[in-house]
């Protein structure tokens, strides 16, 4: 997980608290933002699941609490629906100041609302989904029922949602009457994807169907049946977050990998501002290369004594299995474990001389099998020979050629 904790400011000049997920193993291809449901915060499991399923596509994924709310600033009852959408927009400046303009946005039962807004008055956004998502902000009254009139005599009321005390005042209510989210939908050309559970208790499917008529294609929907409104079940927001990766590929850019053209096994690329960012083809097979963050790398993958190490242990147990295959031996499973340091050679005559280090590997070998002494002992000598560590142990030559 490449996580990490960031803060912006709201038009408002508050400080509005976020986590940016990023791939474990590459540089974001698209920026995506999710905005939770009402009174929820960005931490809540089903935004977690969500946004780790889209990073593991590529995706970089900001989360962040509304003003008010979790770690941002404010005072919840000074908020309200089109405050909501402010802070949308003002991640969305930020994600554009400090890394890449947002492509797609994600909301969550009245965030999924919220983004509808928002994606109206974002050039860059390609992609919306929203989840659980009501046709009309004004569906949030329905928790309000009880207290309504309160807040309508007194200006504002304390009202009890999911266990917890939040103060409402009548800007609120006033606020979500001005929402014309079917026509806002309706006039946007952006892809449209509505999730929406037939067994939502808080927010019904019918919500869904309202948004889907009255928006343009492309638009689809997605049913996710047996999820609650909270997607409380981990496989369903994970689902969810697979499902809109997936979907949003077809309309946001993803740069194609770099393709390098070679007649030998291995080649490598490195552009000027990649750091240590290196593109390898490998055979038919593609991987990255890179050195850990503590070097100037950003780890996105092995460094190149680990894929050095990687081809030793990869080759030991190959090469075991195969002597113990054919002579029909019981090994279940062999595993290769491998470290890599330069040490002093075993004989060593000047060990105060650090020149006098060589490369070492070491390399630690676990058998699975009903083995005896004998063929344990034998199995090791076996690993010894496997090409890799003979290519190790010889002399090599590296014969360098200029490309024209």
């Known amino acids: 997980m490449n996580l990490h904790k960031v803060n912006f400011p709201n038009q408002e000049e508050l400080t509005l608290a976020g986590r940016l997920e990023l791939p474990a193993d590459q540089q974001p291809h698209n920026f995506a933002i999710f905005a939770h449901c009402f009174t929820c915060t960005k931490n809540l499991l089903a935004v977690k699941n969500v946004s780790r399923a889209l990073t593991a596509a590529g995706f970089g994924v900001l989360r962040f609490d509304f003003t008010g709310l979790g770690e941002s600033e404010g005072d919840f009852e000074n908020t ?11 991640a969305a400046a930020f994600l554009e100041k400090e890394y890449s303009a947002p492509t797609l946005l994600i909301g969550h039962s ?84 509505l999730l929406h559970s037939p067994q939502d208790a808080t927010v019904s499917v019918n919500n869904a169907e309202e948004i889907y008529r009255a928006a343009h294609h492309p638009k689809s929907f997605v049913s996710l049946d047996g999820a609650d409104h909270l997607l409380s079940r981990k496989e369903d927001s994970l689902y969810a977050g697979k499902v809109i990766a997936g979907w949003a590929s077809r309309y946001v850019e993803i740069p194609e990998r770099v393709s390098i ?9 490195l552009t000027k501002n990649d750091g240590f960012t290196t593109d390898l083809k490998l055979g038919k097979h593609y991987l990255t290369a890179d050195e850990p963050i503590a070097f100037g790398g950003k780890d996105y993958g092995p460094t190149p004594y680990e894929l050095l190490s990687s081809g030793l242990a990869a080759c030991t147990v190959m090469t075991i299995q195969m002597y113990a295959k054919r002579k029909e031996w019981d090994l279940q499973n062999v595993q290769v474990h491998i470290s890599y340091n330069k040490q002093h050679a075993l004989d060593c005559e000047d060990c105060e001389n650090e020149s006098t280090k060589i490369d070492t590997f070491i390399r630690d070998i676990k058998f699975e099998g009903n083995l005896d002494e004998k063929q344990l002992k034998r199995l090791l000598q076996i690993a010894d020979k496997c090409p890799v560590h003979k290519t190790l142990h010889s002399e090599t030559q590296i014969i360098t050629n200029l490309i024209s």
């Open 261 to 269: 053209a070679t007649k030998h096994d291995v080649a490598a690329s």
């Open 110 to 193: 009245l965030g999924g609302t919220a983004v509808v807004m928002a994606a109206a008055k974002l050039s860059n956004i390609k992609a919306v989904a929203t989840i659980n998502a009501p046709s009309d902000p004004e569906h949030v009254k329905h928790h309000l029922e009880q207290d309504i009139e309160k807040i309508r005599r007194e200006g504002k009321a304390q009202v009890n949602l999911s266990g917890r005390p939040f103060t409402i005042k009548e800007h609120f209510l006033d606020d979500l009457k001005k929402q014309p989210i079917k026509e806002v939908v309706g006039s946007f050309r952006k892809a449209l994807l």
């Open 80 to 90: 309200n629906f089109s405050g909501n959408v402010e802070d949308l927009l003002a």
